[in-house]
């Protein structure tokens, strides 16, 4: 399959709690997106992380990538009933400039 | 537009007949993406347009899927003699250029074939 795996396909933690979301791909990328979708219908852009970096934060939102082990992972911190969603990762394949999303996890926060 | 933009929001077509879903995309976006999207599942690649160049086909499922970009805008994807399967929401994105990152989406079109 051309798209990256999410684990846990899906996670339900109580408010307050952290959420951690792994995702793995199988090629060579210029960078990883992590994505949010709300009730199935368009995604939302969150935070990109290139080949070169290995963490990344925007607020509560923690990203790092792994390109040894072909991995990446989003930790959201002190999670909100908002936070409630689908989050998929997306790699941008070097020499493609296509962009492929995995299967992602669904979000549960408990209020 | 402020965003992408696609249309209609929601299509119910009887099986057998074909169907054009359309996707405005954001002024000045040279790459544009059609995705396939089933209930409780990830995004299915279908095809992805890149300014003038040939587009990556190599995602659509049968020759009944077709898409074109008119004058590197407004783009149309096109299904023949819709089957069942064919059922799913179909998301469009577009990007300012490719490997620049972040890609926007419409919020989709909900095919039902009956």
């Known amino acids: 399959s051309q798209q990256g795996e999410e684990d846990p396909q899906a996670l339900s933690i109580q408010e307050g709690e952290n959420a951690t979301m792994n995702c793995s791909y199988k090629?060579?990328?210029?960078?990883l997106q992590w994505y949010r979708q709300n009730s199935g219908r368009g995604l939302v852009h969150l935070i990109l992380?290139?080949?070169?970096?290995r963490e990344k934060h925007s607020g509560r939102l923690r990203v790092t990538l792994d390109t040894s082990k072909k991995s990446s992972s989003l930790l959201i911190t002190a999670s909100r009933a908002a936070d409630t969603a689908s989050y998929f990762c997306?790699?941008?394949?070097?020499?493609?400039?296509?962009?492929?999303f995995g299967t992602g996890t669904r979000l549960t926060v408990i209020p | 537009g402020a965003g992408v933009s696609q249309s209609p929001s929601n299509k119910v077509t009887e099986k057998g007949k074909d169907v054009e879903l359309r996707c405005d995309p954001i002024?000045?976006?040279?790459?544009l993406y059609w995705y396939r999207q089933s209930l409780g599942q990830g995004l299915e690649f279908l095809i992805y347009?890149?300014?003038?160049?040939?587009?990556?086909k190599s995602g659509l499922p049968s020759d009944r899927f077709s898409a074109e970009r008119t004058g590197g805008s407004v783009s149309t994807l096109t299904i023949q003699r819709t089957q069942q399967e064919d059922s799913a929401v179909y998301l469009c994105?577009?990007?300012?250029?490719?490997?620049?990152?972040?890609?926007?989406f419409g919020q989709g079109t909900r095919l039902t074939v009956v």
């Open positions: 090629t060579s990328i210029n960078n």
């Open positions: 992380i290139r080949s070169n970096e």
């Open positions: 347009f890149q300014g003038n160049s040939a587009p990556d």
């Open positions: 997306a790699t941008d394949w070097s020499g493609a400039n296509n962009l492929f």
């Open positions: 002024s000045g976006h040279t790459a």
């Open positions: 994105a577009s990007s300012q250029r490719p490997g620049a990152g972040e890609a926007f």
